[in-house]
């Protein structure tokens, strides 16, 4: 691995933080809230409406914010989006943290959604930009591995600190985003602008972008599969889930269940290169279906009250637990992870300023509104139907992506070494990066516009004879 190599990994995870930052504010009610609601709170009183409000509004923030990407990238690179927005994030974190009102509180989480929106829009198209073609589809699951780290952190901290620590430190790893973006590796030059409004440039190491057909549409199709695989009601309402907690605890299942999806995104990381993106998402929605049917099946036993009905300790009483962890072991490794991957491999560069702020809006609206209106759709059609339908929305997405989505994984380049033909000229070209007319013209014979890096240009006239070389510069 050459030290470019070298730089654009080190990059790539450094931009990271950014994810473990969104994981961080996403989790961040669930150990949180009862500290809020306590009565030494210095927040003062505050009712179960106050609560969810404050639990949801970054959602509100995050939409905001994927509108503001969208024009901030027609006007500025990346390099000083990522370095002013991790700023942003960092000192809304710090907000948070020294909130001493509720209406205090939900403005710098609406504030703290807008930085993390922001973001998401821009870490997976940079990562696709310059990780290496052998490691892209590792690195590209390393946003979505971070962010599961940064939920994981928010209710392992919650538990033993006080609510304005866990912001506290929650602020260091955008702090530390802020002071490395200037430095980090780019794939255009500072004076261009974002990667989000080029023109389908790609460096010179990377196999030609995999096209595909309407991909707004496709990403908005996998952006309501990510939501209704089933992730919101698990992550969200599980101790309205699992009142019965004589066989386990809910902030210990709500812990498991991140680091399950940790474990996921891990082996997701690991496997995306070697079996490619579609057989992993695959993997992963079978995971998830199974998970969806065994919730299903169990809810069916129980009452109103949510309580097992055998002696606790019995396996039946253990399945919610084990399918919460099965959902969140396939979730973390399919689409919670390659929707990310994708995201940033599949949306055309000169497409990505409007494609990628929509997707990521329209990823947080259904968020809020899946949670604003669970507990009310439950209410009408009991959580046995809840579960088989998103059992059901499994179904549809595995047949969907399997007939829609292309394999992204990169092939290898073909070598450039040149023929040894005696009595022939061979040039050898040193590109620095190359354009293409887009992939429908590529197979019409479309143009290929070659960028040299004016250092060396060599024309070799190989004598058969006397088997000399003859380099004229």
Not at 135 to 153: I, N, Q
Not at 362 to 384: D, K
Not at 413 to 421: D, F
């Amino acid at each position: 691995m050459g030290g470019s190599e070298v730089m654009s990994v080190i990059s790539c995870c450094v931009v990271c933080l950014g994810g473990f930052s969104h994981g961080s504010m996403l989790s961040w009610p669930a150990e949180i809230l009862p500290q809020l609601s306590s009565p030494s709170s210095r927040l003062g009183y505050i009712d179960e409406s106050l609560l969810s409000w404050i639990a949801s509004v970054n959602f509100l923030g995050c939409m905001v914010g994927s509108i503001l990407s969208s024009i901030i990238s027609k006007v500025a690179n990346e390099r000083t989006i990522i370095t002013s927005t991790a700023l942003f994030t960092a000192i809304s974190w710090l907000m948070v943290g020294l909130s001493t009102s509720p209406f205090m509180l939900c403005s710098s989480r609406i504030l703290l959604g807008m930085g993390n929106a922001i973001l998401m829009s821009v870490i997976p198209p940079y990562i696709a930009s310059i990780a290496p073609t052998r490691l892209s589809g590792a690195l590209s699951s390393m946003y979505a591995l971070s962010l599961g780290l940064g939920l994981v952190y928010s209710v392992a901290a919650g538990k033993r600190l006080d609510w304005t620590v866990v912001s506290y430190i929650a602020a260091i790893p955008p702090t530390v985003l802020f002071l490395s973006a200037p430095f980090l590796k780019y794939a255009y030059k500072e004076e261009n602008l974002s990667l989000l409004g080029q023109h389908g440039q790609v460096s010179a190491d990377r196999s030609a972008p995999v096209s595909v057909k309407h991909p707004g549409l496709l990403f908005i199709f996998l952006a309501t599969m990510f939501m209704f695989s089933g992730v919101c009601p698990l992550s969200i309402f599980d101790e309205y889930l699992f009142m019965d907690q004589r066989t386990f605890s809910i902030s210990n299942i709500t812990l498991a269940s991140n680091i399950c999806q940790v474990i996921g995104g891990l082996i997701g990381a690991i496997a995306i290169d070697k079996f490619g993106r579609k057989p992993v998402l695959r993997a992963g929605g079978w995971v998830c279906l199974l998970s969806n049917i065994l919730l299903s099946l169990y809810f069916s036993t129980v009452k109103e009250s949510h309580k097992c009905p055998v002696a606790p300790g019995s396996f039946l009483c253990w399945t919610p637990a084990i399918a919460t962890c099965l959902f969140f072991l396939g979730f973390g490794g399919g689409i919670g992870n390659v929707f990310f991957v994708l995201l940033g491999e599949l949306v055309p560069a000169k497409k990505s300023g409007k494609i990628v702020p929509i997707v990521t809006f329209y990823l947080n609206f259904l968020q809020f509104a899946v949670i604003r209106s669970f507990l009310s759709v439950e209410y009408v059609i009991g959580l046995t139907n809840v579960f088989f339908l998103q059992a059901a929305s499994n179904v549809f997405f595995l047949f969907g992506q399997g007939a829609w989505l292309p394999e992204t994984r990169p092939e290898t380049p073909p070598s450039t070494t040149p023929v040894r033909e005696y009595g022939a000229f061979r040039s050898r070209f040193d590109v620095d990066r190359y354009t293409t007319a887009g992939s429908s013209s590529q197979t019409n014979g479309g143009a290929v516009d070659c960028v040299l890096n004016n250092t060396r240009f060599f024309t070799k006239i190989l004598l058969p004879q006397r088997r000399n070389t003859i380099d004229v510069s």
